[in-house]
């Protein structure tokens, strides 16, 4: 029979829950490396349950090392992550007890019950007191409230954290606005870091052709958060005019502008002004002439644009944000000269999912997965805006570093890391589509 045993690596670089979502995904591809319970970059280490006798500690670092980070075996004599968790809640424990003046055998018996799940949580404090970019020892303040559960007084994460509790979805507006608020906080703090999420980083590169790459500005690459390509597959022509729903700092919007020539006019949209600032900074980095790109800050819901006067309408992973689609879909059939096409990329439920969960996904955390649909009912709305010959060209599923890393787009400082018990929920079924699509 196969031994199971548990290891500890001290990782160094692993400073956000994107990297800990490459070092788990690195290590879960070890053949015997059963699970990964505890991937925290706070406490920079890594948990490891190993069932096969074979794997060895130096393969296991040597996997995390070419992901990218440094990892050495946590040393013997260091008080175990658990142990010191422990002993914490003890401590906080038997100060409850004295407080609400419980005798010393009930509170073992309480303890007994609650410090298992005390310490599963303890894990999801780390993620919470990441997504919301607080220190561990508040959110701490979380595992309290598994020992509080112990005596029969409820706090719960909603309290704590100000999360909405599933009775008070949030309007539309309210979710516009804050996808501004957390887009524009992005834009004003990485336009010159670049992204802090090495899965997005390559993502970029991945989705983007060396030539394309070499024409792209560095403001608009570090603040690039698509899904996409939708240049490449919109067949653009010198002299065409072309409207980017959603263009952000402006990525696809020069790449469009250098396919339609000086004759053609490229406009990109944008509901968050930090974006659009940002975007006409990369259009002077391309060295383009303020004119050469057009931008506004606009809703793709109710644009200031004419009827049918665009060629093409791109957009990269931005529809999905944007809660009546019906309306953006209805906007984009408005302003296509008849003959005009869509080259979309966007984010879909392979199939539907459970309405409790993507109602979670929507009003809890709003990040790129919050307002995704299921592709069929996706394109059914599509084809209702009037469209047709919808074509996919090409459809990706998300690995689960990817799904990570877009449900907290645009970044874990802003959205709050989902339940992963959710996640896993959804991982397998949320896929990155391209499509195509004429107005008749
Ligand atoms: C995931 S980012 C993608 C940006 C860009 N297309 C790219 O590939 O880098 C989503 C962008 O959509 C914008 N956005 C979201 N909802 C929008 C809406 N209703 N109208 C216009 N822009 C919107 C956000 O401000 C953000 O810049």
């Known amino acids: 029979?196969?031994?199971?045993?548990?290891?500890?690596?001290?990782?160094?670089?692993?400073?956000?829950?994107?990297?800990?979502?490459?070092?788990?995904?690195?290590?879960?591809?070890?053949?015997?490396?059963?699970?990964?319970?505890?991937?925290?970059?706070?406490?920079?280490?890594?948990?490891?349950e190993i069932e096969a006798e074979e794997v060895t500690d130096e393969q296991l670092i040597k996997v995390v090392e070419e992901a990218g980070f440094k990892a050495k075996v946590k040393e013997e004599g260091e008080e175990g992550e658990l142990q010191a968790l422990m002993k914490k809640f003890e401590i906080e424990f038997e100060k409850l007890a004295q407080k609400y003046n419980i005798p010393q055998k009930e509170i073992e018996e309480h303890w007994n019950l609650?410090?298992?799940?005390?310490?599963?949580?303890?894990?999801?404090?780390?993620?919470?007191?990441?997504?919301?970019?607080?220190?561990?020892?508040?959110?701490?303040?979380?595992?309290?409230?598994?020992?509080?559960?112990?005596?029969?007084?409820?706090?719960?994460?909603?309290?704590?954290?100000?999360?909405?509790?599933?009775?008070?979805?949030?309007?539309?507006?309210?979710?516009?606005?804050?996808?501004?608020?957390?887009?524009?906080?992005?834009?004003?703090?990485?336009a010159l870091l670049g992204n802090p999420c090495p899965i997005r980083k390559k993502q970029v590169k991945e989705l983007y052709s060396e030539k394309e790459l070499s024409l792209l500005p560095k403001t608009a690459l570090n603040l690039a958060l698509g899904c996409g390509n939708p240049v490449s597959f919109a067949n653009l022509k010198s002299g065409e005019v072309v409207i980017d729903f959603g263009c952000g700092a402006g990525i696809d919007l020069i790449l469009a502008a250098h396919k339609v020539g000086p004759k053609g006019r490229v406009i990109g949209v944008d509901l968050t002004p930090q974006m659009i600032e940002k975007e006409r900074q990369s259009e002077a980095e391309a060295g383009f002439p303020a004119a050469r790109v057009e931008e506004q800050v606009s809703d793709i819901e109710k644009l200031e644009l004419p009827d049918s006067f665009a060629d093409v309408v791109i957009s990269n992973c931005v529809i999905i944000l944007t809660p009546n689609k019906e309306a953006a879909y209805r906007e984009a059939f408005r302003i296509l000269k008849p003959g005009g096409r869509l080259a979309i990329s966007d984010m879909v439920f392979s199939e539907k999912i459970d309405p409790e969960i993507t109602e979670r996904f929507q009003s809890i955390w709003a990040g790129v997965v919050g307002g995704a649909i299921a592709e069929k009912d996706y394109l059914e709305i599509v084809e209702k805006a009037g469209f047709g010959q919808i074509k996919v060209v090409k459809r990706h599923f998300l690995t689960p570093g990817e799904l990570f890393a877009m449900s907290t787009c645009p970044g874990t400082e802003f959205v709050p890391s989902p339940d992963p018990k959710d996640l896993k929920v959804v991982q397998g079924k949320v896929v990155s589509i391209k499509f195509t699509a004429i107005k008749p």
Not at 14 to 41: H, Q, S
Not at 139 to 147: D, F, G, N, P, T
Not at 154 to 161: D, H, K, S, V
């Open 114 to 190: 609650v410090k298992k799940e005390a310490a599963e949580v303890y894990q999801r404090c780390c993620d919470w007191s990441l997504g919301h970019g607080m220190a561990i020892k508040d959110a701490e303040a979380y595992c309290q409230s598994a020992i509080l559960v112990g005596f029969g007084k409820f706090l719960w994460a909603e309290q704590i954290f100000k999360v909405k509790p599933k009775e008070q979805q949030m309007t539309n507006e309210e979710i516009k606005n804050l996808v501004a608020s957390r887009y524009g906080n992005f834009a004003e703090k990485y």
């Open 1 to 48: 029979m196969e031994k199971s045993r548990e290891l500890t690596l001290k990782i160094e670089g692993m400073n956000t829950p994107c990297c800990t979502e490459e070092v788990k995904e690195a290590l879960l591809k070890v053949k015997g490396v059963k699970r990964v319970p505890i991937c925290c970059p706070k406490r920079g280490i890594a948990e490891i």
